[in-house]
């Protein structure tokens, strides 16, 4: 084909797609630094420098979530990769058709969404556990989500229970691509069960690892429906993850510059996240 | 019985323990939208005494159940059929016109993937408001803007298998490159298709928070959001607010256990290759 009509054609399929992710995604994020550095309220705004920016270093509540929400991703992508990885062991034994109901019945809460997650574990740990404490005297199971602490294990909890499966899924992914040669020749070398999963299988797995690492790392991070459903910040902002405290300032408080100030601070947090991750696996990709 | 054996039930009875455990919170909430107000606070986790099955009617007409849950299938379903065409094409062209350009898209793409929603989501609100936008349609256009990064890689990845002599033998059977994409190349690509349209439908179906920016008015809410207002007003009912839950959970695991096996490998694939 000649080439202006090739260029042609070649524009005619790439520019809507360019011109919606522009409009969606580039144009706001840029527009976004500039509010950033107004006091906007939605309908009025002035410009005030970085301002926003240095009042963000005194602000508790926003310390507080950023806080809240590290220790909160810390705790969670641990306990989600031993679970995710133990489940992928556990299904990839040699069990037969059985297997496969497991794995249909882990990955099941992944399917639902944070919203309607939230709403089934408030009526657990709110009555649910209300009874169990009842019908067994453990004071354990007492008042949960009522104060910070049973929050965070809470939120922990069901985020685990959604976000388990899919990792589960990663980790079946890679350890299917760890060739059978690799373990039969462990066992002619007299390697035993463990032996063979720690020094075999575990070193071909760090792909694995940092792929849901990362992926755990960086959705803990854009919580927002799940806690909105389940605790919705209380008791007083102390189980207010940063999405929340972001939208709040925002949709609440009406202070929409000083918001995205606090948007823009969120972006460069989660961007470091993803781009330490694409730089370990592509330094990796090296390797091999 | 021999060692192999053994260890293979101790392994089945471990996952069958873990796997009851696992989904019994859906249960606890299903036969806690069967009983009556009182049973809910004397019996909490277990199988209903008395059955009381109204819960799920007023819970229906509470949600506005079908009128929800048409709300929701028509911005899942025209978000996916633009977001599929669209990024079909264009990851077609970047990966059939190997240049600098085809490069600089692509990895502008990638760089749009590491923005987070709610690091755009004040300044979109309010483009969006400006010119009118807040409605259905402008949704559906925002929905395609997220989801079309994601969508191209996976479409790219899937084009690099597809042989260019196909284009060739087309293109000299006097095809233009709209009619040798949508005749030869698409129906090829149809278990990416598979792909993109279980991810977005997974993503999409659950959506809150950007439709309660959107769309947050009497009669356009979708299943998320109006159970979102139904579960506040219901709290002290908790029979009906799980009844609620139940009815809107239903859908997705119907649909789970039907295409069970496309969905994981969705996911996989989703997961693994961006």
Known sequence: ?288 | MTREKTHKWLVIILGLLISVSWIYPFFIIFFGSLKSRAEIFTNTIWIPETFVPENYSRAYEGLEYGRSFLNSLFITTSSIIIIVIFSSMAAYALARNKSKISTGIYFFCALTMLIPFQSVMIPLVSIFGQINFLNRFGLIIMNWGFASSMSIFLYYGAMRSISVSLDEAAYLDGGTPFQIFWRVIFPILRPTTVTVVILNAIRLWNDFLLPSLVINQEGMRTIPLRMYYFFGEYTVQWELALAGLVLAIVPIIVLYIFIQRYIVEGVTKGAVKT
């Open chain 1, 1 to 288: 084909m000649k080439g202006k009509k090739k260029n042609l054609y070649y524009w005619a399929f790439v520019i809507p797609s360019l011109l919606v992710v522009f409009f969606v995604i580039v144009l706001p994020l840029i527009l976004g630094i500039g509010t950033s550095l107004t006091n906007s309220d939605g309908h009025n705004a002035v410009f005030i420098g970085l301002n926003n920016y240095i009042r963000l270093l005194s602000d508790d509540q926003f310390i507080y979530s950023l806080w809240f929400t590290i220790r909160f991703a810390f705790v969670a992508v641990i306990l989600i990769n031993v679970i995710g990885l133990g489940l992928a062991l556990l299904v990839t034994q040699k069990i037969g058709k059985v297997s496969l109901f497991f794995r249909t019945i882990f990955f099941m809460p992944n399917l639902i969404g944070g919203i309607i997650l939230g709403f089934i574990w408030q009526f657990i740990f709110v009555r649910a556990f209300a009874g169990i404490a009842e019908a067994t005297g453990l004071s354990f199971f007492n008042a949960w989500l009522a104060d910070t602490t049973t929050g965070f294990w809470g939120l922990v909890i069901v985020f685990l229970w959604q976000m388990s499966g899919y990792i589960m899924i990663i980790y079946i992914s890679f350890l299917a691509n760890i060739p059978g040669e690799l373990i039969e020749a462990g066992k002619i070398d007299g390697a035993n069960k463990w032996q063979a999963f720690w020094l075999i299988k575990f070193p071909m797995l760090a792909p694995a690892f940092t792929v849901s690492l990362f992926l755990t790392l960086a959705n803990a991070f854009k919580i927002y429906d799940l806690n909105l459903a389940l605790t919705n910040g209380a008791p007083f902002g102390s189980t207010e993850m940063i999405a929340m405290n972001i939208y709040n300032t925002a949709f609440f408080q009406y202070q929409q510059g000083y918001a995205q100030s606090k948007a823009v601070v969120f972006f460069l947090i989660v961007a470091v996240i993803s781009l330490t991750q694409v730089f370990i696996t592509r330094r990796k990709e090296v390797d091999l």
